[in-house]
């Protein structure tokens, strides 16, 4: 065990929060370990929306870059933040167990905005899209930045409240007392999930990180994952998928959705099938949803979304 393992991340409170833990289980397992934080274009210009960047992947490029060049050995991700093909050269080495996969909102003490008209943020399409479904009359202004900028930005406008994603908040306990819990809300594929990738090539790391692995988070981000992948969204589309498993009757109950960008057409699936069924569960129930009128809403998204 005498190779130092170097863990590239992005540089933000939770990302280094999330390389640390990765880290200290390692540590615990007798690696050595080496902690190296990169900044990502998706850090750096926060000006814009992430769909007008036009790629999906910005806050992994600059990791996988550094992975390549040997800069580092692998690097941590929030899942829901990594394309669902991955790089030539680099593979999926672990998934942590899956954290709370809730959005919730963050509010200012007054709800009385959520049964008359209201202004919240985020800068997540998906969110955008779920929240005007619900809430027609209200406004939805952009919000990027890292977890504790967004929250300043909160503090410092005049909005009713912003979403976030709760594991998000509660990893670095900036969980406020005044949020609701949006369980109506579906979560981005993948939510609540660590990603460990490495270089395909390096044994020594795959067999390490693959004792964090766990199989349950394993499967469930696949099918919602594979979900995503097959309506052929980025990580900018309204698209949301959660995936479950139930250990009493051995059953994965899922639930996907696709959105128009204002919310006014909705295609929703509901499926549970039993465990040995998880390989195609998220490609049946998105190719479900395309022939059910999905296929032209993904057309119009993709020409919306270029412009």
Same mark, same amino acid.
């Given at each position: 065990?005498?190779?130092?393992?170097?863990?590239?991340?992005?540089?933000?409170?939770?990302?280094?929060?999330?390389?640390?833990?990765?880290?200290?289980?390692?540590?615990?397992?007798?690696?050595?370990? #080496?902690?190296?934080?990169?900044?990502?274009?998706?850090?750096?210009?926060?000006?814009?929306?992430?769909?007008?960047?036009?790629?999906?992947?910005?806050?992994?490029?600059?990791?996988?870059?550094?992975?390549?060049?040997?800069?580092?050995?692998?690097?941590?991700?929030?899942?829901?933040?990594?394309?669902?093909?991955?790089?030539?050269?680099?593979?999926?080495? $672990?998934?942590?167990?899956?954290?709370?996969?809730?959005?919730?909102?963050?509010?200012?003490?007054?709800?009385?905005?959520?049964?008359?008209?209201?202004?919240?943020?985020?800068?997540?399409?998906?969110?955008?899209?779920?929240?005007?479904?619900?809430?027609?009359?209200?406004?939805?202004?952009?919000?990027?930045?890292?977890?504790?900028?967004?929250?300043?930005?909160?503090?410092?406008?005049?909005?009713?409240?912003?979403?976030?994603?709760?594991?998000?908040?509660?990893?670095?306990?900036?969980?406020?007392?005044?949020?609701?819990?949006?369980?109506?809300?579906?979560?981005?594929?993948?939510?609540?999930?660590?990603?460990?990738?490495?270089?395909?090539?390096?044994?020594?790391?795959?067999?390490?990180?693959?004792?964090?692995?766990?199989? #349950?988070?394993?499967?469930?981000?696949?099918?919602?994952?594979?979900?995503?992948?097959?309506? #052929?969204?980025?990580?900018?589309?309204?698209?949301?998928?959660?995936?479950?498993?139930?250990?009493?009757?051995?059953?994965?109950?899922?639930?996907?959705?696709?959105?128009?960008?204002?919310?006014?057409?909705?295609?929703?699936?509901?499926?549970?099938?039993?465990?040995?069924?998880?390989?195609?569960?998220?490609?049946?129930?998105?190719?479900?949803?395309?022939?059910?009128?999905?296929? $032209?809403?993904?057309?119009?998204?993709?020409?919306?979304?270029?412009?």
């Amino acid at each position: 065990m005498s190779k130092t393992i170097k863990i590239g991340t992005r540089d933000s409170e939770l990302a280094l929060w999330q390389a640390n833990t990765v880290s200290k289980k390692l540590n615990d397992l007798g690696y050595k370990t #080496e902690i190296v934080p990169v900044k990502s274009d998706g850090d750096i210009i926060l000006d814009k929306p992430l769909y007008e960047l036009g790629i999906t992947g910005i806050f992994t490029k600059t990791l996988d870059v550094a992975m390549i060049s040997g800069k580092v050995d692998i690097a941590v991700h929030s899942m829901k933040d990594v394309p669902t093909a991955l790089p030539q050269g680099i593979v999926q080495a $672990a998934v942590l167990q899956r954290a709370n996969v809730l959005d919730l909102l963050v509010h200012k003490g007054d709800t009385d905005f959520l049964n008359s008209n209201g202004t919240i943020a985020t800068g997540s399409l998906r969110r955008k899209a779920q929240w005007l479904n619900k809430y027609p009359t209200h406004k939805v202004e952009d919000l990027r930045g890292n977890v504790n900028t967004r929250m300043q930005k909160l503090k410092d406008n005049n909005w009713n409240g912003a979403i976030f994603a709760a594991a998000g908040l509660e990893r670095i306990n900036l969980k406020p007392s005044e949020f609701i819990n949006l369980d109506w809300m579906i979560p981005a594929p993948a939510q609540g999930a660590m990603l460990v990738v490495a270089m395909e090539n390096d044994n020594f790391v795959l067999d390490a990180v693959a004792q964090l692995n766990d199989i #349950e988070s394993e499967i469930t981000t696949y099918i919602e994952r594979q979900f995503l992948r097959t309506l #052929e969204g980025g990580c900018t589309a309204p698209i949301g998928a959660i995936a479950k498993y139930n250990e009493h009757d051995d059953t994965l109950h899922f639930k996907g959705i696709l959105l128009s960008l204002d919310g006014k057409q909705k295609f929703e699936i509901e499926k549970t099938v039993p465990i040995n069924e998880w390989k195609k569960l998220g490609f049946y129930a998105a190719k479900e949803i395309l022939e059910n009128g999905g296929e $032209a809403l993904m057309k119009e998204l993709k020409e919306q979304l270029k412009k």
